[in-house]
Each structure stands twice: as C-alpha cells, then as structure tokens.
C-alpha cells in the first residue's frame, strides 16, 4: 500500500524555482485539496519570498534544496525551474528518496532526459513530467470521439500565434518546434494511442517574423499504427490566430472528428458538443495525477519512461528540419541512450543505463 493511501493525510510538498512559471504552480498548489505546500526553494530567496506572498502562502524558504528537505521533511518535490537544471533538481530530490513532479521538458536534450529515467528508477521513486495540456476535458471528449471514427489514417494540428515574448525566445535556434510544438506533439500521443515512427520536417523563418530562428515548421509523422500525424504552425501570425491548443482534425475509415483546441468538439458521426471545463485541467490536472499516483501507486500517464519519446518528437524533428532528411525516432533514441552512457553520472544511474534495452519502449 502507497506511503500517502491515506486521503486524510495532506501530502507535504516543497517547490523548487520561483518565476513567473513558478507563480502559478505556487498558486496552484495552495489551492489543491489534500496538498500542503511547506517550502519553496529558489537561487534568489528575494524572490520566492515575494512569491510565496503574491500567492498568500507562508511557508519556509531557502536557497538550497538540500536544506530545505532537512528542515521540512516533505513527501514530493515539484520543479519549476528551468530545463537546464530539472536534471540536477531531480536526481537530488530522487536520491533523497523524494517522488518529483517537474515542468516540461524533462531536459534540454534527449541524452539528459534518459538519464534522468535511469535516475527514477535507480532510486526506486517517481518522477513524473507535467504535460499539462493533456488535462483539458475537451481533450478527453475530442479522444474519444477519435475513438469512434474506425481505423485511424490521418490526424492534424494548425497552430498560428503571433506572440511578442521578447527574451530567450527571440534569440532560439527553433522556437516554435522547441518552445511549443511539445505540447501537440505529445497530445498527439495521447489522442492516437500510439508511438511514432519517423518524421519529415521542414522549418523556416518568414521575411517578416521578428524572431532570429525559425518561427514557422511543417512536420509530418508516421506512428506505428500507420497514421500520419502533420503539424504546421507559425508564431509570427499575427490575425485570426488559432487557440494556444490548435485547431484539429482526425480522419478515420468510419468519418471525421474536429477540435477547435477550446470547447468545442465536432464529430461527423455524432454532431457538436461543447464541453464545459473540468475542475482540474492544465497543471492542476498534472498535479491531480500525480498526488493520485502517489496516494494509488498508479503508474502515471506522465511518468518520464512516457515522456521520452513526446520529447524525441521535438528533436528528430529539429534534426530532420537541419538535415532535410527522414529522421527515425527508435535510432534517435539509441544514439541517446549512448550519448547519456558519455555523460558523468553517479554509479547507481550509470548501472541503469548499462542495463537498458535497445529499442525499448514504454
């Protein structure tokens, strides 16, 4: 029986990072039944300080996460920090014997996730990734009613935005594949119930965009179902924009589904519904999740063994828009698995990786 089974018994949780990102999470989770946020931690303790009051909390704060879980024994850890040190924040937390919830993306590259689902499982404990966007209710209703169109053949995704971020954003190399494009790429997964296989991508960067790298893509993926999933996508459209979800269509042997990324669900063979919003969606659906996984034992659709291959679709996509070739995700990932065994690791996740199976899936 799970540690946390029983449902009177508030999980303790420490945060890590207090940005703007953070905000929100802290918000988030002093509003969650069940949940007690007792710390937060952050490079700057100005600044989680000021958070922890913009989200009327009052908990301990502290520079370091070590001291931190000393002072406030918690049972979960959630990481808002940014992708560069989720790797760190999670193994220490992981090999103190803490369970994580972590923003996406698990790391900046494929090599560093896998190590990181090394880490989970040499210490025995769960980390999970929030993949937030999955939560949507109308996601659920849109899903199933791709569950009704016979035999899958065709799914896809416009995205047209035209955000003025400013910052790191401005200054990527591919800001839509990388920054965004994640988040459809793994609803995609999770609407078709199956993995991809390889991809076809194109990316460029319209006369008129105001970013430095390619702000518009083209992807087309195989899954091993035979589905065809195409993204095509711009964040430097400005006028009539798409939902930050996209706009969707799944054409199957049966008829045709539509989601219009909000509300509103349409079936050719079952007409248009629209679905009022959950309770729980966005991070707070990912947080439901994973407290439930704690409190169950479930295995969570989050889980970063899950994770990887949302997370290889960004980078075969970014590597075949570089290369102008075919990228296959399984090679991709072998080639990850061996980039991870050259990166200086404690002996414990070194083990894991030793042991891992080429070609795995989970």
């Known amino acids: ?33 069940g949940v007690e946020l007792v710390g937060v931690a952050d490079l700057d303790p100005a600044r989680a300080e000021a958070a922890v009051r913009a989200a009327g909390a009052d908990v301990k704060v502290d520079s370091s996460l070590g001291r931190l879980l000393a002072a406030t024994d918690p049972d979960a850890v959630v990481n808002v920090t940014v992708p560069a040190a989720h790797a ?10 803490i369970p994580v919830l972590c923003e996406k993306p698990a790391a ?53 935005r035209g955000p003025r971020f400013g910052g790191f ?72 924009e798409t939902s930050w979800n996209g706009r969707w269509r799944a054409v199957g042997s049966a008829g045709t589904a539509t989601w219009d990324g909000e509300d509103r669900v349409t079936s050719s063979l079952g007409g248009e519904v629209n679905v009022p919003r959950g309770a729980e969606e966005q991070i707070a659906g990912a947080l439901a999740e994973f407290v439930a996984a704690l409190r ?32 296959r995700i399984g090679a991709l990932l072998d080639q990850a698995h061996q980039d991870a065994l050259a990166l200086p690791v404690r002996a414990e996740i070194r083990e894991r990786l030793l042991a891992w199976e080429p070609g795995r899936t989970d």
């Open 296 to 327: 169950t034992g479930a295995r969570p659709s989050g889980a970063i063994a899950r994770n990887l291959r949302s997370l290889a679709m960004v980078e075969a996509a970014v590597r075949s828009a570089e290369s102008g070739t075919r990228v």
């Open 169 to 240: 954003r401005d200054e990527m190399e591919q800001p839509l594949l990388v920054d965004m494009a994640i988040h459809a790429f793994d609803a995609a997964r999770h609407l078709l119930g199956a993995e991809p296989v390889s991809v076809m991508c194109e990316s460029w960067n319209p006369a008129w965009s105001w970013y430095r790298g390619d702000a518009a893509a083209t992807a087309t993926f195989l899954f091993d179902d035979g589905t065809r999933y195409v993204f095509t996508g711009a964040w430097c459209a400005d006028g009539l």
């Open 108 to 160: 900046p590259t494929l090599a560093e996730a896998i190590v990181q689902v090394a880490a989970a499982e040499a210490a025995g404990r769960l980390l999970m990734i929030s993949q937030s966007r999955r939560y949507f209710a109308a996601l659920a209703e849109y899903r199933r009613r791709i569950g009704e169109l016979g035999t899958p053949g065709l799914l896809t995704t416009e995205f047209f």
């Open 88 to 97: 760190e924040v999670n193994i220490e937390a992981l090999f103190a014997g």
């Open 1 to 33: 029986m799970s540690a946390f089974a029983d449902p009177a018994r508030p999980l303790r949780v420490v945060q890590v990072g207090a940005g703007s990102m953070g905000l929100a999470w802290l918000r988030t989770l002093t509003a969650a039944p």
